[in-house]
């Protein structure tokens, strides 16, 4: 069997047209001799009454209280009307087409609710529906602990169960549908000539994503790295190839350029400039106490600075100020990153960072690199320019990317 | 424990007021010191979103071909999602509320989907949870098979849930929540007089479902009877103590009046009146291989009479067609019965029928009786005539009942 993951992100089976689109898409694998695992999200976005968000809003939107078990046990039901909405458009067309749940599919998490960790696949049921040459059609993001209890893979949970059914079913490769092209170098809002990159390094894609290009969750990249399993990332509208995501990439000292809107910073200042221990451990606490994720941490000699999404800002400086810390807030602040799985090997890529951004007018506040990524703080305001100066200065618009 | 099951359909759980409502019932369950177990059909009636047939039309609709195992996971969704919202009402009045899926409830089934019967319940979760003093609240209408197979019970479905728990749970007694006051002695559109039965046993129940007085499914009501609990159908919304459904009634000799409406009456004919047996069979076996209910057949030496409902009406007449028969299609046929428990004992039942819808100048074309029922068939345009004249023959307005 050759067997190919095909995952459809929620505008990808959002409306009937989309849906005709995502079912060519299986059937010209099929004719091409591919056996396809078809995994789906729920149909479209809010308002649309399938959709997550909308189903979460029936309990949400009301104020009733819902623990995380039972909202788990509603968001799935948005990729089992999917599931089998789209098992019946290649039904339609001559193709016979199993709807599967998570459970059905074999997908067994633990019981981390709403974020649940797939612990193992039994394959034994998709298998026995390929080797009669139906097509089954999992319904994504979801999956089932060994007391039967349903769980959610938490958001962007259905490219991770097409990757972990492709790992396990040692797939040829799981192709991730989506509404673009593909991972482009560089936002084309910002950079209208952005090109899309046509190989990528799965680490590359990874820190791409988790610096604010979410075009496939890093945690489903994460597991087809593990099993060696090359990603495709295409768009179920688009003839283009899309990018091909495998470690058999010539490393480029930057890749691509991503970026996250709409951030504050926050600094906690020590109430005792002269006795900074406690406080940093009191704020530094206070902030893993909110639960919400912090970035740019810069422990200082009279002060904690950090960032947080701007929508948690309040949260976070009410927090702090209870617990008897002055904060100053700054707030529209922004993240512009670099990432190149071959800058480890080239010195001078932070000068020529700093320089550019320097050239251009775009003050930073702050820096941190790790392995294959440099980041800056800096303002909302200047994203644009240190986009379009970065672009530049790394000659991402150059062919062969 | 005094466990009371507590089922609430459609229109009792189809918008906020009906939901605060039924929440109400379930609270003052526990109040008085019953550990309920509630049951819930999906919300409301296309065309909202969750409503079963609006679930089902997301394929048929569109013309979409889907096997019964598949329409089966797509209703599911209807019942899963409405009793992970009616645990939210729960929970926010400070009650502790387990959404459950069939599956989850341990309702296991047989594998004929769309109309599949269920075979056992595993009790442990619910009684674990009842242990535990939370409030079950399980998706009616479902259950899966040992092969994992989400399967639905059929139409009134989220009924047999109800009975089927109350057995399992040897509960004190299943309570069936409607929007009408319960089972009437007939039909209040015709006789706006009519009364409520307080007491009424389940065969009698079981033969007015089946004539057309739709208050509770017949299957649920059998499988009460079978497990010895008693059943009260009432309303959500009105205070009205309901009727009480069980074999504890003392017997009348008509409890109550049903009637179908929108029959056609079919006369297929022999071609050869000399050679009648080999048309019969292969008129009977047309009629069985498209697999409708028909009713009142009737085998003369010339022809065979029986009736449908009006929408079948065409296909039967174009099978029974194609075979060589010619056929003769009377519609705007009804049907009325009078059902009563005690009219065995009595003699001369049949008679007073027939008098009583003489003098009310009702054409009688047909009759059929059992063990406690009686049936016509008559003219769509009698029914009203027909149903108060035996209304009124057998007093059905005396108080008592």
Same mark, same amino acid.
Not at 147 to 155: F, K, N, Y
Not at 372 to 380: N, P
């Given at each position: 069997m050759r067997i190919i993951v095909q995952k459809f992100g929620g505008t990808s089976v959002g409306d009937e047209e989309a849906r005709l689109k995502a079912r060519d898409r299986v059937i010209s694998a099929k004719k091409q001799g591919f056996d396809p695992v078809v995994v789906v999200s729920a149909m479209g976005r809010r308002p649309g009454p399938y959709a997550t968000d909308s189903l979460l809003d029936l309990v949400r939107s009301k104020g009733l209280p819902m623990d995380?078990?039972?909202l788990d046990l509603l968001a799935s039901c948005g990729e089992v009307?999917?599931?089998?909405?789209m098992a019946g458009y290649l039904k339609a067309a001559g193709y016979e087409a199993v709807p599967l749940t998570g459970a059905q599919a074999g997908i067994r998490t633990d019981a981390q609710f709403g974020d649940a960790s797939i612990q193992g696949i039994n394959t034994a049921r998709l298998l026995d529906v390929l080797a009669s040459g139906q097509i089954p059609v999992v319904a994504g993001f979801q999956g089932v602990t060994d007391?039967?209890?349903?769980?959610? &893979?938490?958001?962007g949970g259905s490219d991770t169960t097409a990757t972990a059914l492709g790992v396990a079913l040692r797939a040829e490769c799981v192709e991730i549908y989506t509404d673009v092209e593909g991972v482009m170098t560089v936002d084309p809002k910002i950079v209208p000539e952005a090109r899309l990159i046509s190989a990528i390094t799965y680490f590359e894609v990874e820190e791409l994503a988790n610096n604010g290009a979410k075009v496939v969750h890093p945690r489903a990249v994460h597991i087809a790295q593990q099993g060696g399993i090359p990603v495709r990332v295409r768009s179920t509208f688009a003839e283009s190839e899309g990018t091909f995501i495998t470690d058999d990439v010539a490393r480029r000292v930057i890749t691509g350029i991503a970026h996250v809107d709409g &951030?504050?910073?926050i600094e906690a200042v020590y109430p005792n400039p002269a006795e900074p221990s406690r406080a940093r451990v009191a704020i530094l606490k206070a902030i893993s106490t909110i639960g919400i994720n912090v970035d740019f941490i810069n422990v200082t000699p009279r002060a904690i600075l950090f960032t947080v999404k701007d929508e948690f800002a309040k949260a976070v400086e009410e927090a702090l100020r209870s617990e008897g810390f002055a904060c100053h807030v700054m707030a529209e602040c922004a993240k512009v990153s670099v990432v190149g799985a071959g800058m480890q090997e080239v010195p001078g890529v932070m000068a020529r960072v700093v320089e550019a951004l320097h050239r251009a007018g775009v003050h930073i506040m702050q820096t941190v690199d790790s392995e294959?990524?440099?980041?800056? &703080?800096?303002?909302?305001a200047s994203v644009a320019q240190a986009v379009r100066a970065l672009y530049d200065e790394f000659d991402l618009g150059a062919p062969g990317m």
């Open positions: 995380a078990r039972g009307i999917s599931c089998v909405v007391d039967g209890e349903i769980t959610t &893979l938490g958001r &951030l504050a910073r294959i990524t440099i980041s800056c &703080l800096i303002d909302q």
